[in-house]
């Protein structure tokens, strides 16, 4: 089956391998996995954790971005979730996972749906500093 195999938006820890197991199929010689990783910095400033925020609307909104990818890149199998609520450093807040017959299709999908995403999916991040400060990124 190609196609979008799986979009989720969950309180639950995220896996790369899970990711990679389940767009995986016989016919896919390329699979290519992208994780987003809370890390200790943003802006020049020390972060400490990060609190997501989903509309209620995220998890519809990551399928359809989803079901548009693969509709863009036949042959391509296409699974991705999101973290929300609070994140440490070194948590995955994004994986996404693309596969095909070939890797040059899987790494353009791939990269494709990351950026639809960052843009599309109504998710919003709480940066928490070090120096006790917060802001929101993700909001317009």
Same mark, same amino acid.
Request: with cysteine.
């Given at each position: ?8 938006? =969950? =309180? ?32 020049? !400033? ?71 995403? !960052? ?5 919003? !991040? ?15």
């Amino acid at each position: 089956m190609m196609g979008a195999v799986h979009a989720a938006v =969950s =309180s639950d820890s995220l896996s790369p391998a899970r990711a990679e197991a389940e767009v995986w199929s016989p016919e896919c010689g390329g699979v290519v996995v992208f994780s987003g990783i809370v890390r200790d910095h943003d802006g020049g !400033k020390s972060v400490t954790a990060l609190n997501y925020t989903a509309h209620h609307s995220a998890e519809q909104t990551l399928d359809q971005v989803c079901q548009r990818i693969a509709e863009g890149h036949p042959g391509v199998r296409v699974w991705a979730a999101h973290r929300v609520g609070a994140l440490q450093i070194g948590e995955h807040a994004l994986v996404a996972a693309c596969a095909s017959a070939h890797r040059a299709e899987a790494f353009a999908a791939c990269a494709e749906l990351v950026e639809q995403v !960052k843009a599309q999916v109504p998710i919003w !991040k709480e940066q928490l500093y070090t120096d006790g400060t917060k802001d929101w990124v993700g909001i317009a």
